[in-house]
Every structure is written in structure tokens, then in C-alpha cells.
């Protein structure tokens, strides 16, 4: 598992500030607050500030990533909250979550390497059960422009880590989109999402 993609986000969350900040995603809290609160999986989670808000909104809060640095952060801010988090370490298909054992998953700017996307989209969709919800906001593949025009936006360099409606559909094709569309909006999370940017928001449920 010591591989560049590893080491990327460790280097990153090895720093003392909150590389997306604290706050939890603005569309995510968004759609978190219209669901009744059950058990939820937040896919690269990084330094766990979606997962702790759901955790102090009376979630069960699970959550994976490859960085040991952000799991430690990750762990650091639950305690600040007086909360607790399941966070396994690893890849996907290694973690031992059982199938149709979600009510939602959050897939907040988690951009897998191109090769795995689809594979892991499909896993986590099959990990959801009946009537749960997938909530999803990444970069789409219109948003290399805007990083091009201004890098702290952040987001993939290439476009086969972006998203696409078309892809989503696919991936999740056992869901029923709620909300699927790609628009701009403004970012503003921590030190590595700031300004404008195009991205693709889902909330699918499962049917």
C-alpha cells in the first residue's frame, strides 16, 4: 500500500492545519440534514470532517482512506467533538464491509485513480441498502479550465479521474437520481478548494 497515491495524501495531511478544513461539505450537509440518521460510509475521507459532522448529527459514522496521517487527524477531531468514528485504513475490496449494510454513503471529492473508479463506485453502490442514499459532490470533467485559470481550486490534473454524468449513471445504475448535474459553483474548504469550480453533484436512491 506505500505507493505515490499514499504518499501524496500522507505529505498532505501530515501538516498541522486541516488541508479541506473542519466544516463539513456544503452540499453534503446539505442533504445529510433532509435524511433521518442511520449507519453512514464516507469514502476517502481524509482528515474526517464530513464524517465528524454526521457523527455529531447522530450518525454511525464509518469511514476508509490509504493515509494514516489523515486518519490520525481524522481521529484527533473526533475526540475534539466528543465523538467516535470507525475508520479502516486500506483499499476498498480489503476492508470487510458487508454488502446492503449502509442507509448512505458520502463521496465528497473522492477521486480514485481512473483504473479503479468505476470497480469501486459499483462496490459502494452494492454496499447501500434498499431505500439508502448516495450523496456525491467531485469535480467534473468540465473543470479542468478552472483549474488551469486557478490552481487553488484544486481537483485532478486529468480527465479520466473527473467525473461525468453519463459515468455516474452507469456506476450507480441501480439508483434512482435525485439530484445528477454539473454546475459551477464556489469553493471555499480549507486550503485546497478555493474558487470557482465545475463540479457533479448526485443523490441517488437505491431501489
Given at each position: ?12 495531511y ?29 469514502a ?51 476492508l470487510g464491509?458487508?454488502?446492503?449494510s ?46 488551469e ?13 473527473l ?18 448535474e ?26
Amino acid at each position: 500500500m506505500n505507493d505515490p497515491w499514499q504518499k501524496k495524501w500522507n505529505e498532505r495531511y501530515s501538516q498541522k492545519a486541516y488541508a479541506f478544513g473542519t466544516e463539513p461539505n456544503v452540499f453534503l450537509k446539505e442533504q445529510l440534514d433532509e435524511l433521518n440518521p442511520g449507519s453512514i460510509l464516507f469514502a476517502a475521507e481524509g482528515e474526517g470532517r464530513n464524517a465528524i459532522y454526521a457523527a455529531t448529527n447522530a450518525w454511525e459514522s464509518h469511514a476508509f482512506d490509504i493515509s494514516e496521517e489523515g486518519q490520525k487527524k481524522a481521529f484527533h477531531l473526533a475526540k475534539s467533538h466528543d465523538v467516535s468514528l470507525d475508520y479502516r485504513l486500506g483499499q476498498l475490496p480489503d476492508l470487510g464491509y458487508k454488502e446492503n449494510s449502509f442507509d448512505a454513503v458520502g463521496l465528497i471529492y473522492a477521486h480514485f485513480p481512473a483504473e479503479i473508479k468505476s470497480e469501486y463506485h459499483q462496490i459502494i453502490g452494492n454496499l447501500v441498502k434498499k431505500g439508502g442514499h448516495i450523496i456525491l459532490e467531485a469535480f467534473g470533467k468540465n473543470h479542468l479550465p478552472y483549474r488551469e485559470a486557478n490552481p487553488k481550486v484544486g481537483g485532478p490534473r486529468n480527465l479520466e479521474s473527473l467525473f461525468s454524468i453519463e459515468e455516474i449513471r452507469s456506476d450507480f445504475h441501480d439508483f434512482e437520481a435525485i439530484i445528477l448535474e454539473e454546475t459551477e459553483i464556489e469553493l471555499s474548504e480549507g486550503a485546497y478548494h478555493n474558487g470557482k469550480g465545475s463540479v457533479i453533484r448526485f443523490v441517488g436512491r437505491k431501489r
